[in-house]
């Protein structure tokens, strides 16, 4: 292994494809960066290997005769002994309902083919990473368990050991609550993972300042970066406020959805009262020439898959076909306009205002009904 790379965390990793090539090149990568690698050429006798060996990891083609890859996992999820172990699929598919399936028989991820061995070393790292924070989070949890039995020998009056605990934990849950939602934070506490999951319905709101680009050519980048934190502190209250979950920012982007990882029947509701609200308060803050901020928002509901990204800082994301068409909304949207979609105008229709702009086109799905949501109807 190169000086230069991360240490590689121990791991035995089982390698299935019917393509006897496929697994020896998997094999050669993974055994090159120190992993100990088991293979198998066809699904019966991977689930015979996990049976007898169960692996750390599974890293799982799709395509294979008698039983493919969607079959031997959700065999492998169905039972007590091999459920927990992660499955990454590799596949040529690469549509995104091939996907979705992956993550709906148990998957933790979709490695596209052909691909590139960093990737594959990436990807892999990233679920063993994963795995280690669990089992550091038990440990210290078991850990903290056994120090509230010695406060409790040590100190006779029950309300400072109480208070103590307390305190610990609370340090603990409010550092792990400024990374990840509560819902997955409570789940890692558990030791039940942070695979991906899929939600049918939930809304997704994407939001960016008009003349960024120019903006930050006219004004220092130390100025840009504290109108940006003024500005997104205050769609985070916003946030707080409607009980939806901010994504992420990027740039002068900002992410957030309603639905998840706690579902809400109202999510498109609480969305749009949000646009609303940040359209108001982004007029309260004014650029270096005086005039105020203008932004455009976009918005779209449908089925998502979210879950918990990245090798080295964990990351709450969202995939899918209605993430990708809020997107759109939003950049092809009009100065100071929430736009939205159909969907999202007929299931808010009968509260909301709304302008029909007419067709847009929109990248991978061509001509588009779009609407403006204007106001909230009058109770």
Request: proline share 4%.
């Amino acid at each position: 292994m190169n000086s230069n790379q991360s240490p590689t965390i121990p791991a035995t990793i089982l390698v299935v494809d019917d393509k006897p090539d496929n697994v020896r090149l998997l094999s050669t990568i993974l055994t090159e960066q120190g992993y100990q690698v088991r293979k198998a050429l066809n699904g019966q006798r991977a689930i015979a290997t996990v049976q007898e060996f169960p692996p750390t990891i599974i890293l799982l083609d799709v395509m294979m005769p008698e039983m493919n890859g969607y079959e031997v996992c959700a065999k492998l999820k169905a039972s007590p002994k091999t459920c927990s172990i992660p499955v990454i699929f590799l596949s040529a598919l690469d549509d995104v309902l091939d996907k979705v399936k992956a993550f709906d028989v148990g998957a933790v991820d979709y490695i596209t083919k052909p691909f590139q061995d960093k990737e594959v070393l990436a990807r892999v790292a990233n679920q063993l990473t994963i795995q280690n924070q669990q089992m550091l989070l038990q440990k210290q949890t078991q850990q903290l368990e056994e120090l509230v039995g010695c406060l409790q020998n040590e100190i006779k009056e029950r309300q400072v050991v109480e208070i103590a605990l307390r305190a610990a934990q609370n340090k603990s849950d409010h550092l792990l609550l400024n990374i990840l939602p509560a819902a997955i934070v409570e789940n890692l506490k558990k030791g039940e993972g942070s695979a991906a999951e899929k939600f049918d319905s939930a809304t997704v709101l994407f939001a960016d300042i008009v003349g960024f680009t120019s903006l930050a050519a006219r004004i220092s980048p130390l100025e840009l970066v504290n109108l940006l934190n003024q500005i997104f502190s205050k769609f985070d209250e916003l946030t707080e406020k409607h009980g939806l979950e901010k994504i992420k920012t990027n740039g002068d982007a900002y992410m957030v959805a309603g639905g998840l990882p706690v579902l809400r029947p109202d999510h498109a509701e609480a969305i749009a009262d949000m646009a609303l609200d940040m359209l108001a308060a982004s007029a309260d803050f004014q650029t270096d020439t005086g005039e105020p901020f203008q932004i455009r928002i976009g918005i779209n509901t449908g089925p998502v898959v979210a879950g918990v990204i990245g090798t080295k800082k964990f990351s709450y994301d969202l995939w899918g076909d209605t993430v990708n068409v809020a997107s759109r909304m939003e950049s092809q949207g009009l100065a100071e306009c929430i736009q939205v979609t159909a969907a999202v105008y007929d299931r808010l229709k009968d509260r909301y205002v709304f302008e029909e702009r007419g067709a847009i086109a929109v990248k991978g799905k061509g001509e588009t009904i779009a609407y403006l949501l204007k106001a909230k109807k009058d109770s």
